[in-house]
């Protein structure tokens, strides 16, 4: 399987749709500002912060996701591809970690 080198948007893209994307599941909720702060123990200043910069700790930003019901959607990120025959997934059922090519990057 080859990996695309193409990718659709920068980290400061997905950094800014994370962020207003945090600030519209704290609207849908009807909270404000200060009561995600307070759910998820981030400071009200990092909330601001964050909404309008789209800068925090990813520690941080999953405390966010946290109290808005959405860090699960966490746990499926960078989650390895499907095997793609029976002895790679034996393989992984075994605990062995795939050889490292050399030269590959």
Request: glycine share 6%; net charge positive; charged share 30%.
């Amino acid at each position: 399987m080859v990996e695309s080198l193409l990718q659709l948007h920068s980290p400061a893209d997905i950094t800014r749709l994370l962020a207003a994307r945090v600030r519209s599941a704290r609207l849908r909720h009807g909270w404000k500002q200060s009561t995600l702060a307070e759910r998820s123990g981030v400071s009200l200043p990092t909330v601001r912060r964050y909404e309008r910069s789209g800068r925090t700790s990813v520690e941080n930003l999953l405390k966010l996701c946290h109290a808005l019901g959405h860090v699960d959607e966490f746990a499926k990120l960078l989650e390895p591809p499907a095997a793609s025959s029976m002895a790679e997934l034996e393989a992984r059922a075994a605990g062995h970690k795939p050889e490292r090519r050399r030269g590959v990057r």
